[in-house]
T-cell receptor, first 114, second 114 residues
Framework: SAVISQKPSRDICQRGTSLTIQCQVD?????MFWYRQQPGQSLTLIAT?????????ESGFVIDKFPISRPNLTFSTLTVSNMSPEDSSIYLC???????????FGQGTRLTVV | GESVGLHLPTLSVQEGDNSIINCAYS??????FIWYKQESGKGPQFIID?????DKRQGQRVTVLLNKTVKHLSLQIAATQPGDSAVYFC?????????????FGKGTHLIIQP
């Protein structure tokens, strides 16, 4: 199974600022995803991080707010831009090695916006 | 949009008893389902998966049942242990527009009573 490392593991940020979260995988993977988990709730898919092209965003999420990079098959970043307290959540990176296969998750980044 | 949901938000069982966690899904095109366990402060951990061409799959102390007729999924945990206390999520492939990524249910908090 893939080992996923996320940085930072947690942060407290001022509103109006931006935070970039890094996701590093110990092996090359086909698919990488970013999810949001609001306090006490389930996970919601933000976007699919595509290697070498623009990310594919789910309904309700836009590139200006959540720009994503994926320069290679082992690394991706998610930026939470112009943050507000409503952005306080856990952000999770996930990888799949193929379609309809088990998805592995990082430990998440717990973001608090004050 | 279509969603995956759960019947019970909290389930409390005695240690050693069996537990059943239920999940309803609405997307009839879903063809791959996964159960995840999430402990506090951690990312979701894969438990077991099942494809739509099956109605039952067993793992170590866990069984997943799929009823496609009524779009229902369940996770059975046998001989529960204190370490089974966690939030459990069902998830299914989004199946929309060719994009991968998972749609998660609301989650059930399983509490194992000593």
């Amino acid at each position: 199974s893939a080992v996923i490392s996320q940085k930072p593991s947690r942060d407290i940020c001022q509103r109006g600022t931006s935070l970039t979260i890094q996701c590093q995988v110990d092996s090359q993977v086909t698919m990488m995803f970013w999810y949001r988990q609001q306090p006490g709730q389930s996970l919601t898919l933000i976007a699919t991080a595509n290697q070498g092209s623009e990310a594919t965003y789910e309904s309700g999420f836009v590139i200006d707010k959540f720009p994503i990079s994926r320069p290679n098959l082992t690394f991706s970043t998610l930026t939470v831009s112009n943050m507000s307290p409503e952005d306080s959540s856990i952000y999770l990176c996930s990888v799949e090695e193929g379609r309809d296969t088990e998805a592995f998750f990082g430990q998440g980044t717990r973001l608090t916006v004050v | 949009g279509e969603s995956v949901g759960l019947h019970l938000p909290t389930l409390s069982v005695q240690e050693g008893d069996n537990s059943i966690i239920n999940c309803a899904y609405s997307n009839s095109a879903s063809d791959y389902f996964i159960w995840y366990k999430q402990e506090s402060g951690k990312g979701p951990q894969f438990i077991i998966d099942i494809r739509s061409n099956m109605d039952k799959r067993q793992g170590q102390r866990v069984t997943v049942l799929l009823n496609k007729t009524v779009k229902h999924l369940s996770l059975q945990i046998a001989a529960t242990q204190p370490g089974d206390s966690a939030v459990y999520f069902c998830a299914e492939t989004s199946g929309s527009g060719g994009a991968d990524g998972l749609t998660f249910g609301k989650g059930t908090h399983l509490i194992i009573q000593p």
